[in-house]
């Protein structure tokens, strides 16, 4: 075991260490901020602003003046920093937000003022190259999480060591003293084991000064391509804490959109199983040829021990099926099951004990892994979904390997967040499954995907059109990129 002596040597080393930091970012604050940060904040600004929805309570740690906490808009903000500069300025500047004067290494210092306290999001925006020890600061951040907390850090790319250096002996980048210069992996790896699991990473920034046209066109369009990312000197992640499972267990809505189904309603009522605490089947007929509709009250009346609904859509489409179940639906978990009984109702448990347990936040089924039956998928069908998962995980920065497999699963508290960002995206989904994509990406849910062996349809015909809806998906992957790519 270390000595005393020894153990005191290295606590004083420590607080000499952030001591001199202290004194050097005092000295940093009480001068005028450089005019030619100005764009380069504005873009980091703009990375936030993405991920952090307006209204939510967000925590910063090495807030600064706190302009990025208050330019966030939260409901609750809470600033953090140990220059007693900037935290003057910040408590002046930003009134409707707190901030308290601590070392992000000694949160327990400031924990009898925010006992208790909660929040969406905490934010560690280039803070962790310049920290004594990175693990203790993320250790220290669990009593402030919950289960849907999201860690947003950003840091410097080693790539910009040199430039940064020179701009530093310029006067057009601010002064830094010697850095840890962490790379990706690196941090990835500090979040693992202070008890986090990454999400995602990411780079922005290529040209970090205001150049007209040319800034905003590398900035918004090269910097998300290879090989110009390689050269971004912004680096991001996001991470969550690491998985609980749910108790007591959560009841559950299984919601069936059924348009001329009349064949599969009896077999498909009889095979789904109970979950949870309790099982609710929600129909959504949606004006069938057939006779549909009658076949589900006949099936229902033949089930009185269970718990069912039935509706007729107002409008068209699965996708509005779908929202229309959700409307009426109430269980804790939403699970989306097609009336073709293509994907076994057996295999939904799966999809509720990755969510029950927390390992995931939203359930993909995947109908590419197992082989098919041999009329289950067209060749020109498989063609296409191939080409949409790949586009969409390139999209979403989360693997996605069948994005229009029809059984999708999430928490109804996600589902009602979704549904309330719906207008970012635009309500033109006729499938409703990149609506839910979209919206658990912006999210950053953790999406997780089941493989399960997809049937061939035994009654009726497809109610997709390959032509006609492959062209609106490839509209949809332009849209997308637009609105989360290329921002």
């Keep these: 075991m270390p000595t005393p002596m020894k153990v005191e040597t290295f606590e004083t080393e420590r607080l000499e260490y952030c001591q001199t930091r202290k ?60 220059s007693s500069t900037a935290v003057e300025q910040a408590r002046t500047t930003h009134p409707q937000q707190d901030f308290y004067l601590c070392d992000a290494h000694d949160l327990d210092e400031v924990d009898h003022s925010l006992r208790g306290m909660s929040f969406d999001f905490v934010i560690i925006s280039e803070l962790v190259n310049d920290l004594w020890d990175v ?66 990473s990411w780079a922005e920034v290529l040209v970090p000064v205001h150049v007209p046209l040319i800034s905003k066109f590398c900035n918004r369009y090269l910097a998300k391509l290879l090989p110009f990312k390689w050269f971004d000197l912004a680096n991001f992640a996001i991470a969550r804490p690491l998985p609980v499972a749910v108790t007591p267990a959560p009841s559950v809505s299984v919601i069936v959109a059924a348009r001329n189904e009349s064949g599969h309603i009896d077999e498909l009522l009889a095979r789904i199983p109970a979950m949870g605490l309790q099982t609710e089947v929600v129909f959504v007929e949606g004006h069938s040829t057939d006779d549909t509709y009658v076949a589900i009250e006949r099936a229902i009346a033949n089930h009185p021990d ?36 293509t994907v076994p109702p057996e ?6 004990h990755l969510l029950e347990s927390g390992e ?60 309330k960002n719906r207008a970012y995206f635009g309500d033109f989904d006729p499938f409703g499954d990149f609506d839910l994509l979209f919206g658990a990406a912006k999210l950053n849910l953790k999406i997780l995907e089941v493989p399960i062996r997809y049937r061939a349809r035994r009654y009726g015909e497809t109610n997709i059109s390959r032509w006609k809806h492959g062209w609106l998906l490839l509209r949809m992957v332009a849209f997308a990129a637009r609105r989360i790519k290329f921002v």
């Design 23 to 82: 004194d050097y970012w005092n000295g940093v604050n009480a001068q005028v901020p450089q005019a030619s940060s100005a764009y380069y904040r504005e873009r980091l600004l703009a990375a936030y602003q993405q991920v952090v929805s307006p209204g939510a309570t967000v925590l910063e740690l090495g807030c600064g003046r706190g302009d990025l906490l208050a330019a966030l808009r939260p409901s609750v903000g809470v600033g953090i920093d140990f």
């Design 135 to 200: 693990q203790r600061v993320l250790t220290g951040l669990h009593r402030y999480c919950t289960p849907h907390t999201r860690i947003i850090c950003n840091f410097y790319s080693h790539v910009w060591n040199i430039p940064l250096t020179l701009g530093q002996k310029f006067g057009i980048a601010t002064p830094r003293l010697t850095q840890n210069w962490l790379a990706p992996n690196d941090v990835s790896n500090l979040l693992v084991i202070s008890g986090f699991q990454p999400l995602r």
């Design 306 to 341: 269970l718990n069912c609904k039935l509706i007729r859509q107002s409008g068209k489409g699965k996708g509005d099926a779908v929202r229309a179940g959700f409307d009426i639906a109430t269980g804790d978990i939403l699970m989306i099951l097609d009336a073709d009984i």
């Design 347 to 352: 295999d939904l448990p799966r999809f509720y």
């Design 360 to 419: 995931g936040e939203f359930i993909n089924g995947v109908r590419l892994v197992y082989p098919m039956e041999g009329n289950a998928m067209r060749f020109a069908n498989l063609l296409g979904n191939k080409f949409f998962s790949w586009a969409f995980s390139w999209l979403l920065g989360q693997p996605i390997r069948d994005t229009l497999c029809g059984t999708k699963v999430l928490w109804r508290k996600d589902y009602l967040r979704i549904e």
